[in-house]
């Protein structure tokens, strides 16, 4: 379910950001479960340098954006670099609807295994196979944070630190488009930060 479809209009700036190049990463594995993302696998060298260039290329964050981040440890580690560098005063908040994608059976597994859920995820976007988290349910758990965030605030600039996937397919659910294209969409790097536009309504 995309949540944004009830919104005409935003009152906020979302901006998303996908967590450094990872110790997952670098050593090719899928780590998706909370047990071993929350705990384990922070940045790399690499990420955090990655970070420093990223974050050094935007001048659209003030002092005054907000921060929320999944609670995996190589997002909190990205989202803290973030906040030194753009000197935000605000506290990082964590949300577990900004986690990985759950990948089940794949976990700890090659990460060469995504193409083969890539390929589910376009023909059925509530596939769950072996395991895995379904398009459908990402994009729900994802754009129901943001329509909290409408509800609770206005005028505020948000900084959204999160994953491949569960970004790739919030991005999707801005465009109005079936979670089962979010392949289809420009990708988002390691440490890339994007403004998220949502796409006028059917009804608009």
């Excluded at 479809?5 to 990872?22: P, Q, V």
């Excluded at 659209?60 to 803290?80: H, P, V, Y």
């Excluded at 988002?188 to 309504?201: F, K, V, Y």
């Amino acid at each position: 379910m995309n949540h944004l479809d009830k919104i005409e209009r935003l009152g906020n700036r979302y901006f998303a950001m996908r967590h450094g190049h990872s110790l997952a990463n670098q050593q090719g594995l899928i780590v998706s479960d909370p047990a071993n993302g929350c705990r384990g696998y922070g940045l790399s060298a690499a990420g955090r340098s990655q970070l420093e260039s990223s974050c050094g290329e935007v001048d659209s964050l003030d002092s005054k954006t907000m921060i929320i981040s999944s609670d995996f440890r190589r997002a909190i580690e990205s989202a803290e670099i973030a906040a030194r560098l753009f000197g935000l005063t605000a506290l990082i908040e964590t949300d577990a609807r900004l986690r990985e994608r759950h990948f089940g059976e794949l976990e700890l597994g090659p990460d060469d295994a995504y193409a083969e859920v890539w390929r589910h995820d376009a023909e059925d976007a509530d596939h769950e196979h072996r395991a895995v988290e379904s398009p459908n349910r990402v994009m729900s758990r994802v754009t129901e944070l943001i329509t909290d965030l409408e509800r609770r605030h206005v005028d505020q600039t948000f900084l959204l630190v999160s994953h491949g996937d569960a970004l790739q397919i919030l991005q999707t659910a801005f465009a109005r488009r079936d979670a089962a294209s979010h392949r289809q969409l420009q990708h988002l790097q390691t440490a890339e930060i994007r403004l998220l536009q949502l796409a006028p309504s059917a009804s608009g």
